[in-house]
């Protein structure tokens, strides 16, 4: 009976050499690949963690020198994100606070340039429709109107639509082109919200630009238009 229990242990322990033999290397890089794999994940997230812990420094010390205003030191701490962190959403944050900095500190030019980073390089398109919003402000104090509706022809999400076209609507009456101006106007106006304080802004530029938006009102409501659009 020994015997016969020791023949069978030697088969499976042969069976068992045999199976290692031919699948031995196989199973080994199989674990190899999934604990590298594990520790590859560990890491990517520790390093996101910790990136995002040095961006978040720099974005206060940033913040603390804007309101000092030191605009050479928060311009300098701006830079560093963008050099070091610019997959951070601190990033794209600091270089909208720092555009802001300068254009207090009336450097349009640099206003400019910091705008311009984050609309080629924020990941978020939030960030970059404000972005686009703000430089075409800019540009258009520049007197650069062609190149602030160029700013404005892409990129701008369904959310940002008016007040990309509010934009528009004040690049056109800058230049004369009322028409175009009330059209814009128009657009903005019924783009937001009945609650939103800013729409009463673009009523007055409507009025300015010959539309009374009591009409649109009007319009609306006998046309049967959804309460999306004057909720």
Known sequence: MANHLDLEDQEQLDQLKHFWSVYGSLIT???LLVAGAYIAWNGYNYYKRSQSSQAAVLFD????NANAKDIGR???AASRLQTKFSGTAYAQQGA???AKAQYQDNKPEDTRRELEWVVEH?????YKAVARLRLAGVLLESKA?????????SGIPPSFEALAADRRGDIYAVQGQRDKAATAYRTAWLGLPASDPYRRVVGMKLNAAGVD???LSVSLASAGTPAKAVP
């Open 96 to 98: 909208l606070a720092a």
């Open 61 to 64: 010390e940033l913040q603390r």
């Open 74 to 76: 928060a311009q300098a």
């Open 29 to 31: 890089w199989a674990v």
């Open 145 to 153: 109107y062609d190149d602030a509706m160029k700013v404005l022809a």
């Open 122 to 126: 924020a990941m978020d398109p939030g």
């Open 213 to 215: 938006p009591a009409t």
